[in-house]
């Protein structure tokens, strides 16, 4: 059961700051953690009297995440959505002092994104190729992620009035509900048509009313994770070396974009992201990609290591 406070903040993400469902899934399992933690560790009794929650008592949970091996980045989130909790207890009225106020976020080292070879894409795409419905659907979902970059959560939540295939557009809403318009080139807007006319029918079954736009075999809203399934399948199929999921698309869309010549606020809006500066994490990406280059292609470079 969830505590009263923590809840009241889940519903305050949800309401007033208009975070995904997803999010606050993610919230709610890491505060959960925290809750668990005081009861089982700390001995405090439900419901959870939060003013006795200490600034040691944080730092004590922080030390048994760091013993349980936790990746950094998973500290780092653990411990921000406990920062945003206790800043919110404060702001309601609930807390005099905020205890986490002082405390530093863990430092995360920060790892560039890994993008895929224009061919290995090109040979993910290829192996999804076929006429039944499941092949239609997958090859007009693969194409449109590497066409637009669009985060997994984006492209399930996709409806059919989203797409507009006349101007070759889609629409689709991004953290915090944002919109965006996202153009598509003519070969993704050619299998979105082939899967429309020829595939989506077919799996629809008896949900007529369905909005969805990629369906699952029931006739229903393909999941985030039916999505990661069918990537796994092809790049298996294609005997890709590298390990490529639905998000190492959308970081091939923004690396390839970047290296031949796209303006870097033109791949910030594409992306849907809200600072310039998470986008510039391509740039290094790219300028790793041209070193390379330079250093294969240019004669005085390639003499030193001779």
Known sequence: MTDEQVQRFLDFLLVEKGYSNNTIAAYRNDLSQLTRYLAQERGMESPLDWKKVSRDTIIAYILYLKEREYASSTVARKIAAVKSFFHHLLQSGVLADDPTVTLDSPRV??????????EDIERLLAAARG??????????????L???GMRVTELVSLNLTDVDLETGTIRCYGKGAKERE????ARSVEALKRYLEKGRARLLHDRQDEQALFLNPRGQRLTRQGLWLIVKQYVQEANLD???TPHTLRHSFATHMLDRGADLRNVQDLLGHASL????????VSNQRLREVYDEAHPR???QGE
């Open 109 to 118: 080292k920060k790892r560039l994104p890994r993008a895929a070879a224009t």
């Open 131 to 144: 006429e039944s419905p499941k092949a239609l659907r997958d090859t007009a979902l693969l194409e449109l």
């Open 146 to 148: 590497y066409a637009t």
């Open 182 to 185: 996202l153009p598509i080139h």
């Open 242 to 244: 590298m390990n490529v």
């Open 277 to 284: 500066s998470t986008t510039q994490v391509y740039t290094h």
């Open 301 to 303: 470079a390639k003499e």
